[in-house]
């Protein structure tokens, strides 16, 4: 049995469950109890050929009840897998939708009450769900139309602290556009990346970066130091999704403002690539004392490489940078007298 506000997706999502169950080789029927919205009886009809989905209703009924009667012994008669009950969110007030909602319950003794809420309302969708869970025992919840809104995830983490469990989503308006709600899968696709997994690896390539500068701040830098560095940051690819999530003072500090950037960001990867064949192919001896690297060490590791050795000089650049920064840092903490 649906249930829900006018306009949350009731009849729609009906539709979309009996396709999905359909799908997996069940027979399934759908009753339109609706006797308010002009056109739920057409509405639903015409939904549950599209799906082959059995149908029943009565046109122009007024009392739900007696249609639901007569629905159920028609499916029966049927010989149905599953029952789908859509029922009408259009009333005068909430009391009456509630208390309409109940007297179908208690006729249908349902296995299942299916809650349809709109995502579009963000997080009212708690005090929505805690409303209809004082009339009838809320069993699950379609979350709908979250192609359509920016408040997809404040409706969700709000359905979520109401204690009702979400086992579908609708995420579109073609009856095929239906998913099972699966949390791991949907915190990946809001944070844009692939899956968990990997934002977990993303962090801890973080955390191997702050630890890395913790040891350069200490003065232990060279160029494998860099090479380290370069290697935790690579991991953590085009970052910009996450990086809205974490406090910047996380990061190293020349990355800050690029990393913010995607355009900025997917030019300093290049870079970083760059920068990992030119340390490929340097001599360990050259990676522990960059200092011995002259012009003709300089040409060897380009062509190694396969880049300029403008890049090769840029590297090193970066290097002093870092190790005059280290320097001051050092000198400076001298000075505080820590
Ligand atoms: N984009 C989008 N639109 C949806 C989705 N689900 C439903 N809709 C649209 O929302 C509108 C209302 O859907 P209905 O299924 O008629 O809603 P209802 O709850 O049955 O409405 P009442 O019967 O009046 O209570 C329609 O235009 C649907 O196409 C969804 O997942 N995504
Ligand atoms: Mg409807």
Redesign the pocket.
């Known amino acids: 049995m649906l249930i ?10 009906a539709a979309k469950l009996a396709r999905f169950y359909i799908k997996r080789n069940l027979r399934v029927g759908l009753i339109e109890t ?1 006797t308010y ?1 002009p056109g ?1 009886y057409h ?1 639903l009809k015409q939904l549950a050929e599209k799906v082959n989905a059995l149908f029943y209703g009565e046109e122009n009924s007024k009392d739900p009840i007696a249609i639901l009667r007569h629905g159920l012994e028609y499916m029966q008669r049927n010989k149905v897998d599953l029952i789908i009950i ?1 029922t ?3 009333h005068r007030n909430e009391e009456e939708l509630l208390r309409e909602a109940k007297a179908i319950y208690d006729e249908a003794k349902p296995d299942e009450i299916m809650l ?1 809420i ?1 995502a579009t309302i963000g997080r009212q969708a708690a005090a929505q769900t805690e409303a209809f869970m004082k009339y009838v025992p809320i069993h699950s919840v379609f979350l ?5 809104t920016a408040k997809a995830g404040g409706a969700l983490t709000s359905v979520i602290k109401s204690g009702a469990r979400i086992k579908f ?5 073609d009856v095929d ?2 998913e099972v709600f699966d949390a791991n899968k949907y915190v990946s696709r809001l944070l844009g990346m692939g899956d968990l997994e990997s934002l977990i690896e993303r962090i801890r390539a973080i955390e191997e970066e702050s630890k890395i500068m913790e040891e350069i701040e200490e003065g232990k830098i060279n160029l494998l130091t860099i090479k380290r560095q370069i290697d935790s940051l690579m991991k953590l690819g085009p970052l910009s999704k996450i990086l809205e999530l974490l406090p910047t003072s996380m990061l190293p500090m020349q990355y800050r403002a690029v990393m913010l950037d995607e355009e900025k960001m997917s030019n300093a990867q290049e870079m970083l690539r760059r920068w990992r064949y030119i340390l490929d192919s340097m001599t360990k001896n050259e990676l522990l004392n960059p200092d011995i690297i002259n012009a003709s060490r300089i040409r060897r590791i380009a062509k190694g490489a396969g880049v300029t050795p403008k890049d090769v000089k840029e590297l090193l650049n970066y290097y002093q940078l870092m190790k005059r920064m280290v320097n001051q840092i050092k000198k400076s903490r001298r000075r505080l007298g820590s």
């Not at 829900?4 to 999502?13: A, L």
């Not at 989503?169 to 308006?173: A, H, R, W």
Request: proline content about 0%.
């Open positions: 829900g506000v006018e306009g949350s997706g009731k009849t729609t999502s609706d919205r739920a509405q859509d009408a969110g259009r349809v709109d709908t139309k979250m192609d359509s989503i609708g995420v579109g308006e556009e239906v």
